[in-house]
């Protein structure tokens, strides 16, 4: 996980942005850190600890939403599942439960996303945003480096599912490095 947040901060380059100038020495990356860091994600890290399962969405082929269920799964112990915006309405808002975290990728722009935003949270569920924006739909706001470059912002957005899966294993005491029933090498015979 740290792998590919150190990519992210060489990748990001000098830009300004989160909270004031880049600066000699600064960086969307490492204002970002700070963020991180100073906010805690306290609220949404309560949140997911005290929940059974989660929902992962966002825009559809979406492969940070993937891996960010992934790593809910096999670092902290949560039944999490990604879907596309799209087909919120088919089947997957029958599930939304009052309290019920659902991390929400890129609907501080996207009108699609914004909308399942809006769905979900008028149906009680707990909105996790992950986006280089806030948005009014959001309980909580984790902020991404965000990218023009549709390639480098879906690596870049990869990150903050990482840390989130991280630091959500840590509050539960799992160890991230050695998740359970998995193994670091297969071997086929």
């Known amino acids: 996980m740290a ?24 960086s969307r990356a490492r204002n970002l850190s700070r963020c991180w ?8 890290l309560t949140r997911l600890a005290d929940a059974q399962h989660a929902f ?3 825009p559809a082929p979406n492969w940070p939403l993937r891996v960010t269920a992934l790593n809910l799964k096999e670092a902290s112990h949560l039944h ?7 087909e919120l309405k088919h089947g997957v808002i029958a599930l939304i439960e009052e309290g019920m975290p659902v991390v929400i990728f890129g609907a501080g722009g996207a009108p699609l996303l914004a909308n399942a935003a809006a769905e979900v ?4 569920a707990y909105v996790i945003g992950i ?8 309980d909580e706001f984790l902020p991404t480096l965000g990218h023009d470059d549709v390639a480098l ?3 870049l957005e990869v990150v903050p599912g990482q840390l989130l ?20 090498c297969v071997t086929v015979r």
């Open 37 to 44: 860091h100073r906010r805690g994600n306290g609220a949404s």
């Open 56 to 58: 992962v969405l966002g």
């Open 153 to 155: 912002g879906s690596v």
């Open 131 to 138: 986006d280089h924006r806030p948005s009014e739909f959001f």
């Open 80 to 86: 999490a599942e990604a879907f596309a915006a799209g």
């Open 3 to 26: 792998t590919g947040y150190l990519l992210a901060s060489m990748l990001a380059g000098p830009v300004s942005g989160w909270g004031g100038r880049a600066g000699p020495g600064g």
């Open 165 to 184: 899966a991280y630091q959500l294993a840590v509050m539960r005491d799992i160890n991230p490095d050695r998740p359970r029933n998995l193994a670091k």
């Open 121 to 124: 949270k008028s149906r009680g």
